[in-house]
């Protein structure tokens, strides 16, 4: 079953996050996707993530289907004008991929090439718009194609962000313009996360919650801290600090499978997305403790 | 306004090594008013190139340094010094600068400062930058705040995922352009607009370098 058809079927997907390396020794990330393969119902592939100079998604989707893996084509709008990211779109598609996640893509001045030029040409609810046209064979300046993509497009969202208002606002455009699917920044608050999705289940859309699995104390307040839509309760820090040093991680990794077991139970969203940055060898293990595997 | 900063003193020297003579232009306008081309600002680069042992043969502020014709007839005057001169400098923006190039086909022309963005003053010498004179205004639609301009990424929709308390992701000392718009389109009772207006991708067509544009002919029209 196809990740769309997984979707569709009502089923409980899961997702994780596979982040191309900087530079060409790919060993890692192919024990990565190989640990992941027949467990997951689709890896998202980065692009160039954080601003960060590294493989391009595309080249990493195609391997990853090569190797029997489905493959959602992170696409940001940071780097490309209209025209390249079309052209990608329709390279990719002669490649097998059928999923593409839009998004806007943060900005160069957080990465590693700081004096690059951001483009940003259109950004992520018009490069729906453009996947809504291609796959009904026109391009954005209304050409028509010689045979057209057939994607299945998603977008994110971020529930938590403050104020929250103007970020549905766009949750809603992004509907509009095609977003078949969402899939969420990390969150850690389950009942929040519900009145978020009371206002999503207005929407023929399906969502996916974002995971982060928190690794210490520190890690918690960094997120706070730094960054913006994620906010760790303070009762999970607490909980995170009783375990001690040792255990932080192991209960981390409790605490998302917990999260996830409960979303599922209740049927409050269609997914999860796992974003192990780093960790993708608990992922396995975090999805046998939410009771998926 | 434009606004322009003074280049580091060294470059600018660096860059005029090896002319002796120089004659100066200023520029009353916007210059003046950011203090890089104003009599202060002539007076100082005049001192500071003699203490470099260097001879100015003049130097003269222009009442607006971009208008070709009548800078050009200012300059008359100065024939003899212009003359004395291997080279002008220029303390104005890059389009006052490149009048002069206009005017002096068979000299150097150099210029003294760098020229940032169309800004407003909000303060005394505090600029902020508003417009990217896109070519096509759209503040129409966003409640008269211009995100082309005030959104790092130049946003035409909606906020990015970046937005943390109202800041914006690139930096926290910059409010999120969207949120404003989002304030005040509902303040004005437009939130309906906002909602329903997904604005076309920008038709950068309209600010295709370089441009032009004859305010005669649109009279005419
Ligand atoms: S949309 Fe912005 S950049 Fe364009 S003309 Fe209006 S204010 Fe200037
Ligand atoms: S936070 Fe707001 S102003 Fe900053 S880049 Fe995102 S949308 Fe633009």
Same mark, same amino acid.
């Given at each position: 079953?196809?990740?769309?058809?997984?979707?569709?079927?009502?089923?409980?997907?899961?997702?994780?996050?596979?982040?191309?390396?900087?530079?060409?020794?790919?060993?890692?990330?192919?024990?990565?996707? !190989?640990?992941?393969?027949?467990?997951?119902?689709?890896?998202?592939?980065?692009?160039?993530?954080?601003?960060?100079?590294?493989?391009?998604?595309?080249?990493?989707?195609?391997?990853?289907?090569?190797?029997?893996?489905?493959?959602?084509?992170?696409?940001?709008?940071?780097?490309?004008?209209?025209?390249?990211?079309?052209?990608?779109?329709?390279?990719?598609?002669?490649?097998?991929?059928?999923?593409?996640?839009?998004?806007?893509? !943060?900005?160069?001045?957080?990465?590693?090439?700081?004096?690059?030029?951001?483009?940003?040409?259109?950004?992520?609810?018009?490069?729906?718009?453009?996947?809504?046209?291609?796959?009904?064979?026109?391009?954005?300046?209304?050409?028509?194609?010689?045979?057209?993509?057939?994607?299945?497009?998603?977008?994110?969202?971020?529930?938590?962000?403050?104020?929250?208002?103007?970020?549905?606002?766009?949750?809603?455009?992004?509907?509009?313009?095609?977003?078949?699917?969402?899939?969420?920044?990390?969150?850690?608050?389950?009942?929040?996360?519900?009145?978020?999705?009371?206002?999503?289940?207005?929407?023929?859309?399906?969502?996916?919650?974002?995971?982060?699995?928190?690794?210490?104390?520190?890690?918690?307040?960094?997120?706070?801290?730094?960054?913006?839509?994620?906010?760790?309760?303070?009762?999970?820090?607490?909980?995170?600090?009783?375990?001690?040093?040792?255990?932080?991680?192991?209960?981390?990794?409790?605490?998302?499978?917990?999260?996830?077991?409960?979303?599922?139970?209740?049927?409050?969203? !269609?997914?999860?997305?796992?974003?192990?940055?780093?960790?993708?060898?608990?992922?396995?293990?975090?999805?046998?403790?939410?009771?998926?595997? | 306004?434009?606004?322009?900063?003074?280049?580091?003193?060294?470059?600018?020297?660096?860059?005029?090594?090896?002319?002796? =003579?120089?004659?100066?232009?200023?520029?009353?306008?916007?210059? =003046?008013?950011?203090?890089?081309?104003?009599?202060?600002?002539?007076?100082?680069?005049?001192?500071?190139?003699?203490?470099?042992?260097?001879?100015?043969?003049?130097?003269?502020?222009?009442?607006?340094?971009?208008?070709?014709?009548?800078?050009?007839?200012?300059?008359?005057?100065?024939?003899?010094?212009?003359?004395?001169?291997?080279?002008?400098?220029?303390?104005?923006?890059?389009?006052?600068?490149?009048?002069?190039?206009?005017?002096?086909?068979?000299?150097?022309?150099?210029?003294?400062?760098?020229?940032?963005?169309?800004?407003?003053?909000?303060?005394?010498?505090?600029?902020?930058?508003?417009? =990217?004179?896109?070519?096509?205004?759209?503040?129409?639609?966003?409640?008269?705040?211009?995100?082309?301009?005030?959104?790092?990424?130049?946003?035409?929709?909606?906020?990015?995922?970046?937005? %943390?308390?109202?800041?914006?992701?690139?930096?926290?000392?910059?409010?999120?352009?969207?949120?404003?718009?989002?304030?005040?389109?509902?303040?004005?009772?437009?939130?309906?607009?906002?909602?329903?207006?997904?604005?076309?991708?920008?038709?950068?067509?309209?600010?295709? %370098?370089?441009?032009?544009?004859?305010?005669?002919?649109?009279?005419? %029209?």
């Amino acid at each position: 079953m196809t990740f769309r058809e997984a979707l569709e079927s009502g089923k409980f997907v899961v997702t994780a996050e596979v982040g191309p390396p900087k530079g060409t020794d790919i060993s890692e990330m192919l024990h990565h996707m !190989d640990l992941l393969k027949g467990k997951v119902d689709a890896v998202n592939v980065t692009d160039n993530q954080s601003a960060v100079m590294r493989i391009n998604s595309m080249s990493v989707c195609k391997l990853a289907l090569e190797r029997g893996l489905e493959p959602v084509l992170q696409m940001t709008c940071r780097d490309r004008n209209r025209i390249a990211l079309q052209s990608d779109l329709l390279g990719a598609s002669i490649l097998g991929i059928r999923n593409v996640l839009c998004m806007t893509g !943060d900005h160069v001045s957080a990465g590693d090439h700081k004096s690059a030029k951001p483009v940003y040409d259109i950004e992520s609810v018009q490069l729906l718009q453009a996947v809504e046209g291609l796959n009904g064979g026109r391009d954005m300046a209304g050409n028509e194609l010689r045979g057209a993509t057939n994607y299945f497009q998603g977008a994110v969202v971020t529930p938590e962000a403050n104020p929250l208002e103007p970020q549905l606002i766009k949750f809603t455009k992004k509907v509009r313009a095609g977003a078949r699917f969402f899939q969420t920044q990390a969150i850690y608050d389950v009942e929040a996360f519900k009145g978020f999705m009371e206002h999503a289940r207005k929407h023929q859309v399906k969502v996916l919650a974002g995971f982060v699995v928190l690794k210490s104390v520190g890690m918690a307040r960094f997120l706070n801290n730094n960054v913006p839509g994620i906010r760790v309760p303070e009762e999970l820090i607490g909980e995170l600090k009783a375990a001690g040093k040792e255990k932080a991680l192991d209960t981390g990794m409790d605490i998302t499978a917990r999260h996830i077991r409960q979303l599922k139970d209740e049927g409050i969203c !269609d997914g999860v997305h796992i974003m192990a940055i780093g960790m993708e060898e608990k992922v396995p293990e975090i999805m046998s403790r939410a009771g998926l595997l | 306004m434009i606004i322009t900063k003074k280049k580091e003193r060294g470059k600018l020297l660096e860059s005029i090594k090896d002319y002796q =003579s120089l004659f100066l232009v200023g520029c009353s306008e916007c210059a =003046s008013l950011c203090g890089t081309g104003g009599d202060t600002e002539l007076q100082e680069l005049k001192e500071a190139l003699e203490a470099q042992g260097k001879t100015v043969t003049g130097t003269h502020k222009a009442k607006t340094g971009c208008q070709v014709l009548g800078t050009k007839t200012e300059l008359k005057q100065y024939k003899d010094a212009l003359n004395a001169a291997d080279a002008v400098i220029v303390m104005s923006c890059g389009a006052g600068t490149q009048a002069a190039v206009e005017m002096f086909p068979d000299k150097p022309v150099y210029p003294c400062n760098d020229s940032l963005f169309l800004g407003n003053m909000t303060r005394f010498q505090i600029f902020d930058e508003r417009c =990217s004179l896109c070519g096509e205004c759209i503040i129409d639609k966003t409640g008269g705040i211009c995100p082309l301009t005030n959104c790092p990424k130049g946003l035409l929709v909606g906020p990015c995922g970046g937005v %943390k308390d109202g800041k914006c992701e690139v930096s926290q000392d910059i409010d999120c352009c969207w949120v404003r718009i989002y304030e005040r389109m509902k303040r004005i009772g437009r939130l309906d607009d906002l909602m329903e207006t997904t604005l076309e991708p920008k038709d950068w067509a309209a600010s295709q %370098k370089p441009r032009a544009h004859s305010a005669r002919e649109d009279k005419k %029209k």
